[in-house]
């Protein structure tokens, strides 16, 4: 039987709320959503450049504390407070992940938590088999 494993990285904030940054299930990574806090749980500085970086530095702890990385992303989903950002926002996140692309949803949403302007979150694989 897959047992629920919770991940918690003192690399990035802690919750906010009744959650865990993320949780291991079998061979999978599901992160909560990270939003562009830093280790003291204050919203960064900067506009949406900066809350996105600090987003992906926060992603990046988790995955590194659950033995994983960037490069083993199956998925994310990218909330973001104005469409019009999109490409802002989508310049960083290709720039986090180079040629590795995985799947994405990408939504405009009427409000975040502490009202930053973007959130992410994502599902990773732990070990990955090579062809």
Do not use: C, W
């Not at 994983?68 to 989903?77: G, Y």
């Amino acid at each position: 039987m897959t047992t629920l494993h919770v991940v918690s990285s003192q690399g990035a904030p802690a919750a906010i709320g009744p959650y865990s940054q993320a949780m291991k299930f079998g061979n999978l990574l599901f992160t909560s959503g990270q939003i562009p806090l830093d280790l003291n749980g204050a919203v960064v500085a900067g506009g949406v450049e900066e809350q996105t970086h600090q987003v992906f530095r926060n992603l990046q702890a988790v995955l590194l504390e659950a033995g994983t990385n960037l490069a083993h992303v199956i998925k994310a989903t990218v909330f973001i407070k104005d469409m019009n950002q999109f490409a802002a926002i989508n310049e960083i996140y290709a720039s986090y992940f180079g040629d590795h692309k995985p799947a994405r949803s990408t939504v405009e949403v009427a409000r975040l938590p502490k009202d930053v302007l973007v959130e992410i979150e994502l599902i990773a694989a732990l070990s990955v088999e090579t062809d």
